[in-house]
């Protein structure tokens, strides 16, 4: 029987790379494919109003006279909350028209605080009533289905979130709460909040750069953890992922490009996938591995979710950092810090985000390495 790729590659990755060197380079396909970088990509903004004109589709005159017109609203600001006193309720700048808007309680205040600079506007709770409606929710019994309530100083009410289709019983949780229901407006959304710690394939962990989970997954001794790439971390690098915190327990690169993270505080594991734009997670109930030709998608924390085709099995590849054997190749696109997410097919986990070329505007070609070797050399059992 031949040995795992991932067990055999701890003894020969040095003899894998010595001889991509004097292999023909068209057949490890040694031109144009790169390791997903853990580093952030080189087009990230580096100025507030870089990050502005990216963010939101501004011009630099754009971007340089909103920053002016916000520095100049602090000091407006500042000087309108004292005016208002007591009756003050909140400030809102609008980005659009550049305006900044104090909110007070009692109209007497309204002279004093458009003196400062300010427009005023006079409404019935302001912060601190809706605080002290937020702080009777709080007290209040949870309701399935409601999953969470903010105050909303633009329209001067509490808003309840509830799970679209979740039939949650808003009544029930205001009048427990002892709250008007005039003071609250219901908002429906099909996000269910959860802790990031919660270990869900395609989510962003960092470890120095920044990395995608790709399945969850406990260790030969019940361990909670996951598997991701191998050129992300070495074994003993410390991982962080939301309130969560692991090392590198196992990681092969080059050679393979694999390996697995162990959870040592508040990891919780879940069989799902982040299906991120199109909402929703994947769900994982086995690893049987997909036929070439079948269509495929991947989950990794800078472009999200891509679906694409299985073109081919064992490619080798010759990547600047090291050659990368037994690799699937894909047509779906990915870029930098997509590394070590799932690829998944149906509810079948296929592998991990290795490397590619191309990005996700015009597309590309997509390398991953498949999941079931690493189950089977390290003893790992996927979380279904």
């Known amino acids: 029987m031949r040995p795992s790729p991932v067990v055999s590659a701890i003894g020969t990755a040095a003899l894998a790379f010595g001889l991509a060197l004097t292999t023909s380079p068209a057949a490890l396909a040694a031109t144009g494919p790169l390791p997903q970088s853990p580093t952030p990509d080189e087009a990230e903004a580096t100025t507030m109003v870089e990050a502005l004109q990216r963010d939101l589709g501004l011009s630099p005159s754009q971007a340089d006279e909103l920053l002016e017109a916000q520095a ?14 007591d009756s003050y309720g909140g400030s809102i700048f609008d980005t659009d028209s550049l305006t900044l808007t104090v909110l007070v309680t009692d109209a007497s205040a309204v002279e004093a605080v458009e003196a400062a600079g300010a427009e005023a506007k006079v409404v019935s709770h302001g912060m ?5 409606i937020v702080a009777d929710l709080n007290a209040a019994d949870a309701q399935p289905g409601v999953v969470g309530w903010y105050p909303d100083i633009h329209s001067d009410t509490v808003v309840l979130e509830v799970l679209e289709g979740s039939g949650a019983d808003v009544d029930a949780l205001l009048a427990d709460a002892g709250v008007d229901t005039a003071d609250v407006k219901v908002e429906s959304t099909t996000e269910q909040p959860e802790l990031y710690a919660d270990i869900i394939g395609g989510l962003a962990y960092t470890m120095g750069g920044r990395c995608s989970v790709g399945f969850a997954a406990t260790n030969s001794s019940g361990q909670p953890g996951f598997v991701t790439a191998g050129h992300c971390g070495t074994v003993g690098t410390p991982v962080s992922i939301g309130n969560g915190q692991g090392v590198f327990e196992r990681s092969v690169f080059p050679g393979n490009d694999s390996a697995f993270v162990r959870g040592t505080s508040n990891f919780t594991l879940t069989n799902l996938v982040s299906r991120y734009n199109t909402g929703g997670h994947a769900t994982v109930s086995g690893s049987s591995q997909a036929a070439i030709g079948s269509q495929i998608c991947r989950s990794g924390s800078t472009t999200g979710w891509h679906c694409g085709t299985v073109q081919a099995r064992g490619q080798t590849v010759s990547y600047p950092q090291g050659t990368v054997q037994n690799l699937t190749r894909t047509n779906v696109c990915a870029e930098p810090g997509d590394s070590g997410g799932s690829f998944i097919s149906g509810s079948q986990a296929q592998g991990v985000t290795s490397g590619g070329s191309g990005n996700c505007s015009f597309g590309g070609t997509t390398y991953y390495q498949e999941v079931n070797p690493m189950l089977s050399s390290w003893g790992l059992t996927l979380r279904t």
């Open 72 to 85: 100049e609203s602090f000091e407006i600001d500042e000087a309108a909350t004292a005016a208002a006193a």
């Open 128 to 132: 601190e009533g809706l605080e002290e």
